[in-house]
C-alpha cells in the first residue's frame, strides 16, 4: 500500500461511453499525475496538479477530462475513447511539484479497455 | 526533440552487480529519477539525482554526470527479487519524462 488508491482497478467501456477514472491520497501531498501506461511504451506523464490547479497537460486529447476538486482527489473523465487507448491508466502523487525532485507515489492503477 | 534511451533487457546472476544505463537528451533539466516496477504492479521510488556524481542507499546506487546527459543505477548484491523493469525518468521543469525501461532477469 503506497497510500495512493485507485478505482476502478479494471473498466471496459465503449467508444460511446462516458467513465471517470478516481484517484485518492491519503499521504496529504500537494501534487498529484495522471499517467497513462501501454505495452512497448514508455510511461506517459498526461496531467500535473499542484495545489488542485493544473500545471501541465502534454497534448493530451480533449476526449480525456481531468478534474481535481481538492489536494486529495484526482479524476480522470473519459469520454468518446478510442481502442488505442487502452491502457494502464496510473495516478501519482507527491510533496511537491515535479521540479522541487520529491519522489512520487504511485496507485495500483486502472486497467482499461475500449471495445 | 527528447530522447531518454535505456537497454531494452538485461539479464544478470544472482549475487553479482549490474548497472543499468540510461542517456538522454532533454531541452532542460531539473534532476533524474530512478524507479522499479515489477510485473503487473506500479512503479516504486528507487534514486534521484540532481548534482552529478554518486548517490548511494543500500543496495542501489545511482551516478549523474550532467554534461554528458548520462545516469546508471547500479544494483550490487543481486536478489531474485530485482527482477523487474527499471525506469529512468528525466525532470524538466513540471514536466517528467520516462526512458521505456529496461528489463532485468536475475538468474540463479
Known amino acids: 500500500e503506497t497510500g495512493v488508491t485507485q478505482t476502478p482497478r479494471h473498466l471496459v467501456m465503449g467508444m460511446t461511453n462516458k467513465k471517470s477514472l478516481k484517484c485518492e491520497q491519503h499521504?496529504?501531498?500537494?501534487?498529484m499525475y495522471w499517467y497513462k501506461q501501454s505495452a512497448k511504451k514508455p510511461l506517459e506523464l498526461m496531467f500535473v496538479?499542484?495545489?488542485?490547479?493544473?500545471?501541465e497537460n502534454n497534448s493530451v486529447p480533449s476526449r480525456f477530462s481531468p478534474e481535481c476538486p481538492n489536494s486529495s482527489h484526482l479524476f480522470l473523465h473519459l469520454h468518446t475513447l478510442q481502442p488505442e487507448d487502452s491502457a494502464l491508466y496510473l495516478c501519482?502523487?507527491?510533496?511537491?511539484?515535479?521540479?522541487?525532485?520529491?519522489?512520487?507515489?504511485f496507485g495500483p492503477g486502472t486497467r482499461l479497455t475500449v471495445l | 526533440g527528447q530522447n531518454i534511451d535505456q537497454p531494452t533487457e538485461m539479464t544478470a546472476t544472482e549475487g553479482a552487480i549490474v548497472q543499468i544505463n540510461c542517456t538522454y537528451q532533454?531541452?532542460?533539466?531539473?534532476?533524474l529519477f530512478w524507479y522499479q516496477q515489477h510485473a503487473g504492479e506500479a512503479p516504486t521510488f528507487l534514486s534521484y539525482?540532481?548534482?552529478?556524481g554518486l548517490e548511494e542507499k543500500g543496495r542501489f546506487s545511482s551516478f549523474l554526470s550532467r554534461s554528458k546527459g548520462y545516469s546508471y543505477l547500479l544494483l550490487k548484491e543481486l536478489q531474485m527479487k530485482d527482477s523487474a523493469s527499471y525506469l529512468c525518468?528525466?525532470?524538466?521543469?513540471?514536466?517528467?519524462?520516462f526512458g521505456a525501461g529496461t528489463r532485468l532477469t536475475v538468474k540463479p
Open positions: 501519482a502523487s507527491s510533496q511537491d511539484e515535479p521540479s522541487a525532485m520529491t519522489e512520487q507515489f
Open positions: 499521504l496529504g501531498h500537494n501534487a
Open positions: 496538479y499542484n495545489f488542485k490547479e493544473q500545471t
Open positions: 532533454t531541452s532542460g533539466f531539473n534532476g
Open positions: 539525482n540532481v548534482l552529478d
Open positions: 525518468a528525466v525532470i524538466n521543469n513540471n514536466d517528467m519524462r
